[in-house]
Structures are given as structure tokens and as C-alpha cells.
């Protein structure tokens, strides 16, 4: 069963930090890019942060600069590093897998980032 679980949301004041984690499974981790993508309530959906396959990074305007994306290929886990946390960043974050429209993607279900004073 393919999975994506996304840990190390939590609450966490302005200018802190936070690194989420995507533990993968169920699928050779290693041939999809990832994408952390946030949603807040009411708002769209955001692309925040992709890493290719061959470790190429892309982020959003808005978190560029405080945030990095990595991967762990042996490990199946791709993470996002988190600082200089605003209170706009406040979202619950979403790890997505895609390997190309040939394929499915997979998302997890999310982990819950509150950047309040």
C-alpha cells in the first residue's frame, strides 16, 4: 500500500523553526520528484517546494530563501527545513509524490504548521 506521512508539524512562534518529514512507502521513492504544497483555510492550494529526482530545487517566492527541501533516497524520506517562520506560513503541509502524467501521484494526508505569538 503506498503511503506518504508527513510528521513535525506543531505550533511554533514567529522567527522559529520546524522540519517536516515525509516517510514514503509502497513505491520506489527514488524515480518520483516531491513537492511540499501548503493549504490554509479558505485559501488555495500552494506549491512551496519541489525537488526533482536528481535533486534539482524549486520554492515559492514566498518562502524563499527560509525554507529547504531534501531528500533521503535510501531512507524514502523527503523533508522540508523550515525557518523564519511567519505567521502567513501557518498551513497544513502536504507531501505529494509524481512520477509524470503516465503515473499516479500519491499525497499525504498532511501535518497541521501554526506559527503564532
Known amino acids: 500500500q503506498v503511503q506518504l506521512v508527513e510528521s513535525g508539524g506543531g505550533l511554533v512562534q514567529p522567527g522559529g523553526s520546524l522540519r517536516l518529514s515525509c516517510a514514503a512507502s509502497g513505491f520506489t521513492f527514488s524515480w518520483y520528484a516531491m513537492s511540499w504544497h501548503r493549504q490554509a483555510p479558505g485559501k488555495e492550494r500552494e506549491l512551496v517546494a519541489t525537488i526533482s529526482t536528481g535533486g534539482t530545487t524549486t520554492y515559492a517566492n514566498s518562502v524563499k530563501g527560509r525554507f529547504t527541501i531534501s531528500r533521503d533516497n535510501p531512507q524514502n524520506t523527503v523533508y522540508l527545513q523550515m525557518n523564519s517562520l511567519k505567521p502567513e506560513d501557518t498551513a497544513v503541509y502536504h507531501c505529494?509524490?509524481?512520477?509524470?502524467?503516465?503515473?499516479?501521484?500519491?499525497w499525504g494526508q498532511g501535518t497541521q504548521v501554526t506559527v503564532s505569538s
Open positions: 505529494f509524490a509524481d512520477r509524470g502524467s503516465l503515473y499516479r501521484a500519491y
